[in-house]
């Protein structure tokens, strides 16, 4: 069997449609499955691209069996909505050109936004292969969560198109049982959507001793440590974070907030931090993905945190999977699906997002030792239901059920 994947995001970037292409497409290599993904350059978050690479029109390089096909795009920060726009298209163009000489079973087109599926698509025509649609994000109704577009014509034409690609696909896949229901109220039948979670690499993701070399490094030995490791984005909600946790320096200075990552939001946090002259902070650019489990060792809690919408509501993110397989309670600012998760397992505790007063009456809950042993156990079984290697052989059985329709 043979799969094309399209992904404008894959390794050496480290962000969660990156980690969740590879790590389920290095599971199918292993089950002989040939297959080529077509991705950009890597130069996620930053728009710079990494060393080693140059952004031509095409390059190869095979990672862990996998045929990997670089091609052009228009390389920009993430920030900016416009440029990004010219990003993902510039992306969904070239991808198309590249994906019409490769020889393929089924196409996999993968969001969150949607210029990815629009290639898919195209393809789908071209070549005449059966094609997937994988939605990790509900786009566009996410650009209008966080505020970066207004309802408006341009939105309505989005939303339009959006619904042609769920029809016009043979199969959806989707992360969050949220997100099915949502696609079946715009009309989709309900048979054409498979529901497939994220999940964390048990092999990579485990309890370790705490790395007191790194912790070291960044003076926070003695510290009681709330990590958050991601995106610095609209959506994320760091600003609330900060200006919520100024009261902990008289009251708690052995709490310590470590922010790993970048975005479009890093630099507003910076200079608010710098405004609120906060001493329990440290941020730190991203790191590689070899290195995360490290950071993730000198943690005592994940903070996991997204604006207050509706639309979030229905997200999964994949970092408590992560976080929940090195046994670190998870504190999350999210109502919803994943609020149910964290709430059935035990592994760790909630609070309404964006109120300051919830958020820290949580944070001292979760540290409270009496609690924090319980939630570690909440974690083992939660990442134990969540093993990648599971979800993708359940995956790749959806995508042979597609290709024998």
């Known amino acids: 069997m043979k799969i094309l994947f399209l992904t404008d995001n894959f390794p050496p970037e480290v962000n969660a449609p990156a980690n969740r292409t590879y790590e389920h497409c290095r599971e199918w290599v292993k089950e002989g499955v040939e297959v080529t993904v077509i991705t950009c350059v890597p130069n996620f978050p930053k728009g710079k691209v990494y060393e080693g690479y140059k952004n031509k029109w095409k390059q190869e390089e095979v990672i862990d069996g996998i045929r990997v096909i670089r091609v052009w795009s228009y390389i920009t920060k993430n920030e900016g909505f416009v440029k990004r726009i010219l990003d993902y298209i510039s992306y969904s163009i070239t991808s198309f050109f590249a994906g019409l000489f490769i020889k393929t079973d089924v196409i996999i087109a993968?969001?969150?936004q949607f210029f990815t599926a629009l290639s898919g698509r195209w393809l789908h025509f071209?070549?005449?292969?059966?094609?997937i649609m994988e939605v990790r994000d509900l786009w566009p109704e996410s650009i209008?969560?966080?505020g970066a577009m207004k309802k408006g014509k341009a939105i309505q034409f989005f939303e339009w198109l959006e619904k042609r690609l769920y029809k016009s696909s043979n199969q959806i896949v989707v992360v969050t049982d949220a997100f099915k229901k949502k696609i079946i109220e715009k009309g989709i039948t309900e048979n054409k959507i498979?529901?497939?979670k994220n999940g964390v690499n048990l092999e990579k993701f485990n309890p370790r001793d705490k790395d007191k070399e790194l912790a070291d490094k960044l003076n926070l030995n003695d510290k009681t440590i709330f990590a958050y490791i991601g995106t610095h984005g609209m959506a994320h909600g760091l600003d609330f974070i900060l200006n919520s946790i100024g009261e902990f320096e008289k009251t708690h200075p052995e709490f310590h907030f470590l922010f790993?990552?970048?975005g479009a939001e890093r630099k507003k946090l910076l200079k608010l931090n710098e405004k609120l002259r906060l001493t329990n902070t440290t941020f730190v650019s991203s790191v590689t993905k070899e290195e995360v489990p490290r950071y993730l060792s000198i943690m005592d809690v994940a903070l996991v945190n997204?604006?207050?919408s509706?639309?979030?509501k229905t997200v999964i993110p994949s970092k408590i999977f992560e976080a929940a397989a090195m046994h670190k309670p998870i504190l999350l600012g999210l109502q919803g699906e994943t609020e149910g998760i964290i709430k059935n397992y035990s592994a760790g505790v909630t609070f309404e997002p964006e109120n300051k007063r919830d958020f820290i009456k949580s944070a001292l809950k979760?540290?409270?030792?009496?609690?924090y042993h319980t939630y570690q156990e909440g974690c083992q079984h939660l990442a134990k239901d969540f093993d990648r290697k599971k979800i993708a052989a359940e995956m790749l059985s959806s995508v042979k059920e597609c290709i024998n329709k």
């Open 366 to 371: 979760i540290v409270d030792q009496d609690n």
């Open 194 to 196: 498979k529901v497939h």
């Open 126 to 131: 071209f070549i005449r292969a059966p094609w």
């Open 310 to 312: 509706d639309t979030f």
């Open 110 to 112: 993968t969001s969150p």
């Open 306 to 308: 997204l604006r207050k």
């Open 144 to 146: 209008v969560a966080v």
């Open 260 to 262: 790993i990552g970048d």
